[in-house]
């Protein structure tokens, strides 16, 4: 079974050929067909109608904007053709008229839209997000300081005196569940400590470091549990900023567990019924993701059995 999660999905043509024409580009930001998606505070606009969606305007409001405001930034085609792009209007002080623009349109906090949005728009939103958050946070080189520019319609950035090219950042996380026969293994971390929320072990890799040999030693640290097989489940793109989650299935070799309580306030093992009460929310005291997350799918998975392990 294949999974497409909240945050994946996005159905552009990402227009690479497109993308290197500077010139094409720059026409492509002003033509009657192209829609843009603004973000304020990398909050985007949605409109809420009979349901929810990305609220696209076309391209005039870009005359408004102050000098400081980063340029468009190319999302891609969608089916008809059409250019699609992303504009950080941050640098406006009261975004409403732009707000305005799209009858009855707000700047929302992405991750609670992202579940009321049809799951295709969600892989936008993911997209448009994490790639304006780069922008704000890598304006200068980072090998000798100047301010780089923006090319390929935000798929990179060059720096004009030392010619360095630098890449939009995508951080791996390894999140799994590690389980052993008929019990699984769910944690607590220190910013969740007075919740009763539990979920599956996760962290950043590490460079120099494989999928599996991260879960291992991910699993170590955060419970002392070592794990054998390791198994892949699916991936999530995570645009907080700019995560991809890699879920997987964990099998343990150990049982003990040993928290370091610098990193978690609770791990313990669970059995299978109460893993699937949890995920009714009929536990006493234990919360667990919902499906917006890639862990609640890896629980859920594990507690019915329902993939190949
Ligand atoms: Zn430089």
Known sequence: MSYTHIFAGNPFDRGDHARRDEDLLKKMVRQENTKLLPFHKLNPLIRRRTHAELAWI???????????????????FDSDQNPHFAVDISAVEDPSYIAALAAGA???DGRSAATDIPGEQSGILAQA??????????????ACGAESQSQRGGLMRECPRCKSQHFPRTDPVVIMLVYKGDRCVMGKTMARQNSTFYSCLAGFMDQGESIEEGVRREVMEESGIAVGRV??????PWPFPSS??????AEAISDVITTDPGEMADVRWFTRDEVKLALENKLE????????????????TWAYNTADM
Do not use: T
């Open 58 to 76: 076309g391209y005039e409001f870009l005359d408004s904007l102050p000098e400081e405001a980063g340029g468009p930034k190319f999302l891609g």
């Open 244 to 249: 991809l989650m890699i879920g997987c299935h």
């Open 106 to 108: 707000e700047f929302e």
């Open 285 to 300: 005291g234990v919360s667990v993701p919902g499906p917006i997350a890639i862990a609640h799918h890896l629980i859920k």
């Open 129 to 142: 997000r994490s790639n304006l958050n780069w922008h704000a946070q890598h304006r200068f080189c980072s």
């Open 231 to 236: 198994a892949y489940h699916s991936s999530q």
